[in-house]
């Protein structure tokens, strides 16, 4: 077909897109992050991409991306542009490739963390009302690249995914194209708004929570043992959450739901529904993998799809230190929690929970976000805080979320 896609990053999910689409596509891939893209076209040399699918019928896809870039003039020619890279390097593909796009562009973006939507309508200024942003609650694939450059391996797919569609007039079109270019599997289920997306982002709670929970001031007295290690053992993640953490995830998760009603009350016909407590998160997509869903607790202790699963940890057995910089706080507090927290602010709702784990958070990844409580730290412009944008009223947040033309 004559349909032309971009797809952006160079880690594991840009390269396993790559090679999925480069089959059936003029598909090109763009990474502004520092000199990858040469990097790649000097890996890949003449050869094929080679992606290997694990327990499909058809399992190895051969191909060949029509380009390798770092040059942002590409934009013109894409119809759709497919952002498959960590949530902190979004900002910086919005803003490059804003001057080139055409009317219409379909942008999607897996996964879209929170926000960005906002961040996007942002970026792109005038252009904005003409661009359709799909954002996807996750990547569809577990993935890996097995020589960097050349082969990857994808190790599962979901089955269904969520997705929504700004501004919703442009749904219909959006979501067939973007079924079209990922095939039967995952089969994408559309979500009512870019808002529900944000605030469902079930790391934003899960994984700052636990962190702060084990290794926060309230239990882990960081000066104190700075300079001593952990035992041989990493600790436990998830089924290491203990009633402490299981407080912390609930205030944090309750504070957001307060979010959502609050948001559904003030826009007529907002639909919030995907943005679902924690709790219910876990009994809609691990239903079945766990024994105990009594309790939040519960269900993260008992979940089969987490047993084993580890603190991030640096340091050699014996002399274990928790990672306190690992993506479950440079990430996920930046381009998730930020974006809750700043909307409880615009709508002057308290988060005394979410506070104080973004308060002890920001120290940890180095940044100032909060100062005396309120959202006005230097760095909230590296963060998804719509503050970061410079939108400090429901009224602002509702316009650049085009939130006004549903309904
Ligand atoms: P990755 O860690 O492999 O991505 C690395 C890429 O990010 C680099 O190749 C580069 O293009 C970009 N990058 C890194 N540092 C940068 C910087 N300082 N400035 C600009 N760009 C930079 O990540 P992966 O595995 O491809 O995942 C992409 C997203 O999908 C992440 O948000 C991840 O959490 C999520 N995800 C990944 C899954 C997987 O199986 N790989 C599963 C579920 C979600």
Known sequence: ?????????????????????????????????ADEAEK????????????????AAVNKIVSKPAGITNDPSVAKDADVIILAVPSFA???????????????????????????????????????????FVGFETLPWACRFSEWGRKATIL????????????????AKALGTLQG??????????????????LRNPGMIVHPGVMYGR???????????????LDAEKPLFYQGVDDFTETVLLGMTDEVQAVCRKMERMVPGLCLKDACTLKQWYLDCYDGQMTDTSTLKGCMNT????????????????????DLNYRYLAEDVPTGLCFAKGM????????????????????????????????????????????????????????LAKLETKG
């Open 90 to 132: 979004h900002g910086e593909y919005f803003e490059k490739f804003a001057p080139y796009m055409k009317l219409g562009t379909i942008v999607g973006v897996m996964p879209a963390r929170s926000g960005g939507d906002i961040l996007f309508s942002s970026k792109m200024g005038d252009k904005a009302k003409d661009m359709v």
């Open 215 to 229: 290794w926060g001031p309230e239990s882990w007295d960081g000066k104190a043992k700075a300079e001593k290690p």
């Open 181 to 198: 270019l990922l095939g039967v599997y995952p089969f994408i289920v559309e979500s009512p708004t870019n808002l529900g997306i944000s």
């Open 40 to 55: 790649w076209k000097t890996a890949l040399g003449n050869d094929s991409f080679e992606l290997t699918v694990e327990g």
């Open 156 to 171: 599962g797919t979901k089955n269904t995914i969520l997705a929504a569609v700004t501004p919703p007039t442009a749904k």
């Open 1 to 33: 077909t004559d349909t032309c896609v971009l797809v952006c990053g160079g880690g594991n999910a840009a390269q396993v897109v790559t090679g999925l689409l480069s089959v059936r596509y003029k598909t090109i891939a763009v990474s502004f992050f």
């Open 344 to 399: 409880a602010e615009i709508l002057s709702l308290s988060t005394p929970t979410i506070d104080k784990v973004i308060i002890w958070a920001q120290g940890c990844i180095g940044l100032e976000i909060m100062v005396d409580g309120k959202m006005t730290g230097k760095d909230l412009a590296k963060t998804r805080a719509p503050q970061g944008v410079g939108i400090t009223t429901p009224a602002e947040f509702i316009k």
């Open 303 to 322: 979940n089969k799809a987490y047993d084993g699963l580890t603190h991030p940890c640096k340091g050699e057995a014996g002399n274990y230190m928790p």
